[in-house]
């Protein structure tokens, strides 16, 4: 029996994660699985896979849980150093899906075990890479990319030397907007930026993947994840979202991953990795599919792609403000406080000023330093959009 915990398993990729387990339950004993404000769906994922605990991050949610969670067995627990407890209860592999800068302490603290950690949460690398990799290594724990194009990489690397590796190509859909004309995106609405065409997934990486800061993040991510340099790291636009990433060798071969756009197949594969096993992904008819397209993504179209340039080469803690800005614009965005493309300008002036402020992104990257200049960029980034507005 394989122990493992979910944290955000109420999101989109928790409850994919939750729907592979559930086909195997005898091969999977639930430790701990963690949400947010959805306590029904907590609580009712608790019951039906047997978890040892279930943990929301609201502390005025604690009586509720309790409520749905009455003679089931299951304990209930709130708050933030619940999240950390949870991490720390023992588990053979566990799954880092939380949404945004709040999953970097629980895969932290899971980390300590020296076990597996899968890890859909690109922010922790954006903001921490160098921290989680050391910690990782510190402990003999062993990170597993669940990002569908890390793992794409990840699995064209498999008995690879990292040395022999000329440039990754990362693939982008271009989101909800690729088609449309540059005039028409300021004005674009939540609800436009909310769907998208080819990937089932949270509102917040959806809204991310029409502005390409998704794919800034997901740069920043391979850097940092599979140690190559920024100009090795190429995105190219691919409507179709069937290959997921290529890696070039020195002898210029191209190895692609290929398949369905089914976050269950990069979860897939870090649950039984080193295995494969079978999965309930569509099978692709090439025939049918007859074409795949690729093209440039236009510079001036995609300013989130710059910035994460911007970001590799300043470093230390500029990937912390880098995102925490980020999510700060995106929050607005959502509130209907700013628009879509004032979202880029937002972390543009966030990044400039707080680069400028001595020491601040250059000071040793831990969870305290961290914490600090993600707690300053939301700041900025609020005085940022207000003196727009103002
Ligand atoms: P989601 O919004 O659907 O789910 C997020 C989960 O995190 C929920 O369980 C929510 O309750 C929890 N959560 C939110 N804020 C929290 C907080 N402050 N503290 C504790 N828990 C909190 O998000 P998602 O789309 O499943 O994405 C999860 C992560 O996986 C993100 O980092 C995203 O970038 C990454 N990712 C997602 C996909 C996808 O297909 N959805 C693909 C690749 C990578
Ligand atoms: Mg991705």
Redesign the pocket.
């Known amino acids: 029996m394989k122990r493992v915990t979910v ?8 409850q ?1 994660t939750l729907d592979l387990i559930a086909r195997a339950p005898q091969d999977y004993d639930v430790v701990a699985l ?5 306590i029904t769906q907590l609580a009712a994922d608790a019951r039906r896979l047997g978890a040892q605990v279930a943990v929301t ?1 609201h502390d005025d949610l604690l009586e509720d849980l309790r409520a749905a969670l009455a003679g089931s067995g299951v304990a209930a627990a709130a708050g933030q150093a619940a ?1 950390i407890e949870a991490a720390a209860r023992p588990a053979d592999w566990t799954m880092s ?4 800068a ?2 970097l302490a629980p895969g932290m603290e899971a980390l300590k075990q020296g076990a597996t950690l899968a890890l ?4 922790s690398l954006v903001t921490a890479g160098p921290l989680l990799m050391a910690t990782a290594a510190r402990h003999g724990a062993r990170i597993l990319p ?3 194009e890390h793992s794409a990489i990840f699995q064209a690397l498999a008995g690879e030397d990292i040395a022999a590796v000329e440039r990754i190509i990362i693939t982008a859909s271009g989101g909800a907007f690729r088609d449309w004309p540059l005039e028409r995106l300021a004005a674009a609405t939540l609800a436009e930026a909310s769907s998208h065409p080819n ?7 959806t809204i ?1 993947s029409a502005s390409m800061f ?1 794919k800034a ?1 997901e740069v920043i991510e391979t850097r940092e994840f599979f140690g190559v340099d920024p100009d090795q790291i190429e995105v190219i636009l691919h409507p179709e979202s069937l290959v997921h990433a290529l890696v070039g060798f020195r002898d210029g071969a191209l190895m692609a991953h290929v398949g369905a756009s089914d ?1 269950r197949h ?1 979860i897939g594969y870090a649950l039984h990795w080193p295995e494969r096993r079978d999965l309930p992904v569509a099978r692709l008819d090439l025939a049918a599919i007859g074409t795949l397209n690729f093209r440039a993504p236009d510079p001036a179209r995609y300013p989130a792609l710059r910035l994460a340039r911007d970001v590799m080469q300043r470093g230390g803690l500029s990937g912390a403000v880098f995102n925490a800005a980020k999510e700060r614009a995106l929050d607005a965005f959502i509130a209907g406080r700013i628009g879509f493309l004032d979202m880029a300008g937002v972390v543009e002036d966030v990044l400039t000023r707080m680069s400028s402020e001595s020491g601040l992104i250059d000071a040793e990257i831990t969870l305290d330093t961290v914490a600090h200049v993600d707690h300053l960029a939301r700041i900025r980034a609020d005085e940022a959009m207000q003196a727009k507005a103002g």
């Open positions: 944290f955000g398993s109420t999101g989109s990729i928790g994919n963690t949400g947010g404000r959805n991050a999240l899906a939380i949404v945004g709040a999953g859909a949460n690109k922010e669940v990002d569908s990937w089932d997934m949270g509102q917040r990486i991310d998704n993040l976050m990069a």
